[in-house]
């Protein structure tokens, strides 16, 4: 074995056993087996050429490999007839043979041969195997679409150089064609099994195309395939640029229409039809608007603002005496109603004691009377609405309620005499009223007129800095509409008002409980006048008056208040003290004129 080793150079590690043959012409047509063993010869020869063995050197080799196995000596050799096996002799397995390096201890692929640093060859995945009974197409053609024949009754053999042995593939994909040189044989024919699905992979062959090339040879149809794949690149494009032709469109209309992209839109309810219950106060408003107007008064020294409701289809308007006042006898009024409309007034009647007028505008049609309701019927706590011009803001709406009745108040005595002081048994309101609501309507639930605005009572009792009023602080009063009609019809057709009285001279100064009737009168005559109603009912001079009508009275102011409250000829009960005696009489009314 020594004398049979090459003399010249050692082949390199990697190198395999060569058969002898100096060169390699590769065939047209082999199967894989025989394409491994040819590798293996060419490598071999190649190596021994370039080192400079012999041909002896190299004949010794491979006779030690054939005296090594039967198997191989037994192969047929490339281009020549491939030789039978003696029926019935088995096929003894070659055995392997003993490589040029010591065994690789990391075990490196291929099959533990080159070294740590030699890439691992590729390999394939088998393809799933049909189902019993379909139909196997040809057997798969080798790498690159080369045949692989197949020899009748010959199972195949090891491989030399100890690979192990390779069963022919299975069935070729659906899109390769068999080879026309292959030779195709049934199982049922030749007794073999089915070929196996795995491909073979020669490490040292030379160079091929991937073994999982699909389909044809390559080079037979990338034109045709590159032309399809750009036409359909082509029109993917063109539906691309009319999609988002048409997206931008849309988009801009959008933008045109609402403005941008980032306005914001927000929940809305819908118009409603405005209809609202006639006794809530929207529908109380709705009602008593058209009734009320702004007055506007100018005089010779002052001017001043109000407000004032139409009374009747004549043009009577019933507001305050304080709003028409500053006009004097040759001042200017001028009425504006709720819709706008504008016309001249002239006073018809007026009171300073009850702060009542009446005026009247001419040439105006299609007025519309507030309904008056009775204001004996109103009860603490009753709901109300008050209509005005506050500060000239026209038909400005408040609402409260009734919180108190026949609240004595008075107002004016900016003349010092007394003669312009007001005696009101007022309805008190928290409805809020201002300087401007003078005069407006108060009114309740039935949009009808239950009291006449007329006063307020300010925190700072009075005026600012500048003479100018203090706003609301919730107590208002309005003169209640019972006496409002009566004054008014009295200055619509008499053009003045009675006032009812009780014939006596009361001592404003006692700061006692009740009323005291005075020691004299006002022009120095008795405090009882003669043959009037207090004498008649036996008041004397120095009687206090307690109750009026089973109200008690604390004060002459309150006294006074009392008796306006009522008409002329009613009939009054009294209760009165007289040297610490209570005494009760009746009296009738007597009737005086106003101013």
Do not use: C
């Not at 209809?275 to 009734?291: E, Q």
């Amino acid at each position: 074995m020594d004398d049979a080793k090459p003399t010249g150079p050692k082949a390199k590690w990697w190198s395999r056993p060569t058969t002898g043959r100096s060169g390699r012409t590769e065939p047209e047509d082999v199967s894989p087996v025989e394409d491994a063993a040819g590798a293996a010869d060419t490598a071999g020869a190649a190596a021994a050429d370039t080192a400079g063995v012999t041909d002896a050197a190299a004949t010794g080799v491979t006779g030690e490999a054939e005296t090594g196995s039967a198997a191989v000596s037994d192969r047929p050799v490339p281009g020549g007839p491939t030789p039978a096996l003696p029926a019935g002799e088995p096929l003894r397995p070659a055995p392997a043979i003993r490589p040029l390096h010591e065994p690789d201890e990391y075990s490196t692929p291929p099959y533990g041969g080159p070294g740590p640093w030699a890439p691992a060859p590729p390999v394939q995945r088998p393809v799933p195997t049909p189902a019993h009974g379909t139909p196997v197409p040809p057997q798969y053609a080798a790498t690159n679409g080369a045949p692989v024949a197949v020899d009748q009754g010959q199972p195949p053999g090891p491989v030399p150089g100890g690979m192990p042995p390779q069963a022919p593939p299975q069935h070729l994909p659906p899109h390769l064609p068999p080879h026309p040189q292959a030779q195709q044989v049934p199982p049922q024919q030749s007794g073999q099994q089915p070929p196996s699905q795995w491909l073979q992979y020669d490490p040292w062959g030379a160079p091929r195309q991937p073994l999982t090339q699909p389909g044809p040879p390559l080079g037979t149809e990338p034109a045709r395939r590159g032309k399809g794949r750009r036409g359909t690149v082509l029109i993917g494009a063109v539906l691309l640029a009319v999609v988002a032709g048409g997206i931008g469109g849309g988009i801009g209309a959008y933008v045109e229409r609402n403005g941008g992209l980032t306005s914001v839109e927000l929940p809305q309810a819908g118009r409603d039809s405005g209809g609202r219950a006639p006794d809530s106060v929207a529908g109380i408003a709705a009602s008593a608007l058209p009734s009320v107007v702004t007055l506007h008064v100018s005089g010779a020294s002052e001017s001043g603002t109000g407000t004032g409701f139409v009374l009747d289809n004549k043009g009577h308007i019933l507001t305050n005496n304080h709003v028409v006042s500053p006009a004097g006898s040759s001042g200017d009024i001028t009425v504006t109603f709720s819709g706008g409309e504008t016309a001249t007034a002239e006073i018809v009647g007026k009171d300073s004691g009850y702060d009542l007028a009446v005026v009247k505008v001419t040439g105006v049609s299609g007025l519309k009377p507030l309904p008056l309701g009775n204001s004996d019927n109103v009860r603490v706590g009753d709901p109300v609405v008050a209509i005005g011009a506050p500060f000239d803001l026209s038909n400005t709406v408040t609402s409260g309620i009734i919180s108190a009745k026949q609240r004595p108040i008075t107002a004016g005595g900016e003349k010092g005499d007394g003669t312009d002081v007001s005696y009101v048994d007022a309805l008190q309101t928290d409805a809020p009223i201002n300087p401007g609501n003078s005069g407006g309507p108060l009114v309740d639930a039935q949009a009808h007129v239950i009291g006449i605005n007329s006063a307020i009572r300010a925190a700072d009792s009075g005026a600012g800095p500048e003479g100018a009023q203090s706003g609301s602080i919730g107590l208002g009063f309005a003169i209640p509409i019972n006496q409002g009609k009566r004054v008014a019809e009295e200055l619509i057709n008499t053009g003045r008002a009675t006032h009812p009285v009780i014939g006596v001279t009361l001592d404003m100064k006692y700061t006692g409980d009740g009323a005291k009737v005075g020691a004299k009168g006002a022009d120095g005559g008795p405090a009882v006048t003669t043959g009037g109603p207090g004498a008649k009912a036996g008041i004397r001079p120095g009687d206090i008056i307690t109750e009026v009508q089973g109200q008690r009275v604390h004060s002459g102011e309150e006294l006074i208040v009392k008796i306006r409250a009522h008409r002329p000829g009613d009939r009054l009960g009294l209760r009165l003290t007289r040297g610490g005696k209570d005494l009760s009489m009746t009296l009738t009314l007597g009737s005086a004129s106003g101013t």
